[in-house]
């Protein structure tokens, strides 16, 4: 403990406090940019807000007061930042109230912050988990090409890794479905959930309309929940394990963190989750069997694992497509990195030092070669973000960029901005940790 | 020795010797280019576009000469329906259509595959696939170097005043390469999309300024403090030059291969954007473009409706076009890169 | 050769190496032969790009992917008792030595009581049985060692210091652990034990204990090479072979770290073989000297008398290119012409184009590598008294 808590005082803490502070300008000056964008268009403002013909002059001026267009440049400015500190981000034109007791201000109309807290979620597990197998797989291959150079494949690797880094995402994703979807079926055409999976979930359980979330986002969150979880839990341990005296000691230690996760999910799909009776929000009388892992109400039972099966079903696709175009940059970069640090003087010493060559290979090599292709990573994280758009409208995964797109299209704009915004934060918030863990991986960053 | 004689011979014009050197310097950036074979593909694939671009005026000429009997065109002339007056109205990539295919309720007959009038079949409109693929490749082009030319024009310009001043300038704009770094810009452009009539002109300005204030700053400011401090800046300084004539005559040239190498990315991601654009239906007008060719193929259900290949023609040319414009470029960056930066160079 | 306080631990023998590039083939290392005994320090010295580092990384077998390795054996003697270093001769070229006799084949057979060897006698193979506990020491060809039998070698048995010292640090990982990772690969120590050695390197080495929980960064050019030398150490290696241990540094560290490093090696007993253009260095730390030229070993033997009374014209003018601290005053002299192209060496002696003792056979035929006077080996036709 206390040696974690010297590594946090030293320059890492320092180092992360400067990040927080800069990426809180960056925040500012990013929402000042899309206003001034924004409103810097041709023409009367109002008119796009309101640009229906239809309206009549008074709905137009009530609409108008309503989303305080009238007001001068400066005082819209600081309502559009208070706005979003506050987390009113105005009323849904297209989407409806589902809430029992509606918003006081939208009252008839869904608030669009409503919207992003149900849809975010959905967007960082697809993010999270494509960003993670992709950039193993590229760092993984990558490293193994250069290992063992040899024309053929480095001939085919270069092909193929072009070819994925920059083929037209949209098409891309549609042969994929046209392939796997509609030609061998393994995997469903698109969405989010499958209704037949879910219909018995709807007879048994109550959804809390208070919440204004469906079950699906309950059990969905759980989800994120869990491996949010799992995922400390073995980041503590790993980092615990690396002071163990032998090597098996760590890696017995590696390996037991994963089994204890395991564990850890069945207990979760048991329903052992500390508070999560309290979490379910479904009805006050569900209980949760963590012997038949199920959720037991008075009219019947749901049994969990089907339900996260049915997300999971939903996310292959998704998932691989974003995987494959996304693996090429990362092996193609770690290729190329690793190649020029297999010429250092510390690999050679380290093959010198009699160390197995997969540990020359992996603990000195790779992981030096690693830092420029975190960095590439780092830069790219918006773009990964953005792609977002592309895969969750082919795929129609109900995220952030769904609604986007949509919200564009239909021209329901409060959604659209406080969306555009909220992929910005977002993007900024993946950077942030990026960049943290950037800090870690390279000791030379945190004593600048 | 070559270039000695020619700096000291001084009955040569300045801009003579200039040319010169500028020509030498050609020369050999190019015979190290031509050893990479991934630079090579990527220009030939580049050539062949343009190529594609050069002959979309004569197409419709071409294919009167060469695929269309008398009697077809005859035929095409008095149809009962929808005869044409020249063979134009039937490639026109928007409004063309082919007045032989027999009309029917369905859309589907429109459909035609690949055949000898139609060396890439019809769209559901009977619209010339070929046609429309060609038709679109002079905007891509456009749109891909102009944006890309305004992106490295401002990041080499923005690089070489941030190294040179440093200071107050120095932070502003890396904060701002920052902002624009995470700027999410295919949602804004889809949300501007949505706001605004976005032509081309305006497209390819807009992407080259959100590229030209980000990461391409950042890099080309790197390479700009490495120049800044080789010794003859140093002389240019002593010599009395001013600091414009400082950042435009001596830093700015030295940053340009760097610069060249980075337009070649920004290419590829411009096209993409509008790609990208273009297949949600943000980008408005009676053009057509790759982009749209596939969203409408997707949108009509010849994607995913299919069981099999069926109308493969609709979605995969344009597809292909996309992919092989954008890796095009991206391979003839990674040619440069091999020129411009000696680490890759193979011994 | 051997006497019964003095055996060899590294015997070379006409090794040749060749480096395949663009421009053609560079004849990097031609026929090196030279021996080294336990406790000793051998220079080897010669201009930059004689072949002197690939030398040392043909012996450790840490060549790049575009050298060739064409011939040679390289004997490297452990104790007879040494029941892994026996193990690992099995099936290879050995070198044994017996009562002072030294017996050269291939290990055939071991077991508890002898060894089989396969040797060569007037031109017909034979097999002789030595018996186990009369062989003092045994020497295994490494070169036809395969990479995994190779590694327990590396480290623990020839450690290296690199040219750059600087650069064979890892710079992501704390130095301590660096070394660290070297003992725990090599001997079964647990964490805390290996700490705790690495302690005392760090303290035989002058370098402060708290100094292994910082990343290499930190350290001072000085810091780091004495890290290195540290590192070297680290595994009790039998040689050590130091790449110009001392170049990048300042003179006056450079003597002070080059003082230790001798004074490290006569208290551990260890044997060491010095790299460097500097003849200086080599004149201060080695007990013996070889001289390379162009990819070959041109002069071999106790420094003293070579750097008294050198036989090859290039040593004599390798020394007095150096000024020298200690000695008489000399007229500096440079050498003239530039070390030849390896990829087209001279023909006959290498030498020969800048020799001034140059005669008409230097140019056609390649000199022996004879002894001209006691201990004292040359390969040239026109030697110096």
Known sequence: MARIWQVLTSGMSKYIIVRLLQIVLVLYLYMTLVFIILEAQPGDITDIYVGNPKITPEAREAIIKQLGLDKPLHERYLNYLKNFVTGHLGCSFKWGNIREVPDPVCREQRPTWDLIKERLPRTVLLFLTYTIISFYIGFFLGKLIAWRRGAIIEYFSTVVGVVLFTVFTPWFALLLVWIFAVNLGIVPIGGFINPDNWRVVERVGTVSRDMGVSLSNVVFNYILMWLGGLTLVWGVIYLVSQRFPYAWQRRVARWGSVCIGLLAMGAFFGGAWPGSADQAVIASETRFNFFLWQLEFPAGTIPLFPLALDFVQHMILPILTLTLISFAGTMLLMRNTMLETMREDYVMAAKAKGLPDQVVRDKHAARNALLPVVTSLIFAIAFSVDGGVFTETIFSWPGMGKLLLESAIEQDYPVAIGTLVFTGIFALVAHLIADILYAFLDPRIRYD | MQRARVTFEPTQALWRVRLQLLWRGLKSTWAMFAESKIGLTGLGIIIFFILLWMLWPIYPWLMERLAWTPEELEAARNAPYGAISSIYQVYDPVTGYDPLIPLEENREGNILPPSRRHPLGTDQYGRDILAQLMASTGSEFTLGVLAALITVFIGTCIGAITAYYGGFVDTFFMRLADVFILFPLVSFLIVLGSMMELTLLKLALILGILFGFGQITIILKSQALAIKVKPYIEAAKVAGGGHFHVIFRHIIPNMLPLSFLYMMFNVTSAIFSEAALSFFGLLPGARTTWGIMIDSAHSGGYILGGRSFEYWWLWVPPGVAITLLCSAFYLVGRGLDEVVNPRLRKR | ?385
């Open chain 3, 1 to 385: 050769m051997t006497t019964s306080t003095s055996y060899p631990v590294l015997q070379v023998e006409h090794l040749t190496m060749h480096y395949t590039t663009r421009k053609g083939v560079v004849k990097a290392v031609e026929d090196v032969s030279f021996s080294l005994n336990k406790g000793e320090a051998l220079g080897l010295v010669g201009e930059s790009g004689c072949g002197k580092t690939s030398v040392a990384l043909t012996i450790l077998r840490l060549l790049p992917e575009n050298a060739q390795f064409l011939g040679g054996h390289v004997y490297f003697f452990r104790d007879g008792s040494d029941e892994a270093h026996v193990r690992r001769a099995l099936g290879k070229p050995v070198k044994i030595l017996l009562n002072g006799r030294e017996h050269q084949g291939r290990l055939l057979e071991v077991n508890r009581a002898q060894l089989v060897l396969e040797t060569q006698l007037n031109g017909r193979s034979q097999q002789i049985k030595l018996g186990r506990s009369d062989i003092t020491h045994l020497g295994v060809d490494l070169t036809a060692l395969s990479d995994e039998e190779m590694r327990p070698i590396r480290w623990k048995g020839i450690s290296m210091i690199f040219q750059a010292a600087m650069n064979s640090l890892n710079p992501v990982y704390k130095v301590g652990d660096q070394l660290i990772e070297a003992i725990q690969t090599h001997m079964p120590l647990s964490l805390p034990e290996a700490r705790e050695r690495v302690a005392q390197l760090f303290q035989l080495v002058g370098l402060d204990r708290q100094l292994m929980d910082r990343y290499p960064h930190e350290y001072s050019g000085g810091m780091k090479q004495r890290a290195v030398i540290a590192m070297a150490l680290a595994c009790d290696p039998d040689i050590i072979i130091a790449d110009e241990p001392t170049t990048a540094l300042d003179v006056i560290v450079q003597d002070k770290i080059l003082r230790e490093m001798r004074q490290i090696q006569k208290k551990l007993n260890m044997s060491m073989i010095y790299i460097s253009h500097d003849i200086a260095v080599i004149a201060e730390v080695a007990d013996r000297v070889g001289v390379m030229y162009a990819g070959s070993l041109v002069e071999f033997g106790p420094s003293e008398p070579i750097f008294k009374s050198p036989i090859h014209p290039y040593t004599k003018a390798l020394m007095s290119a150096f000024p020298s601290i200690k000695g008489e005053k000399v007229k500096l002299t440079a050498l003239p012409g530039e070390p030849p192209d390896l990829i087209k060496p001279p023909s006959g002696c290498r030498f020969h184009p800048r020799c001034p003792y140059a005669t008409e056979i230097c140019e056609r035929e390649v000199p022996q590598f004879i002894e001209h006077k006691p201990n004292q080996y040359a390969a040239c036709w026109n030697p110096l008294t």
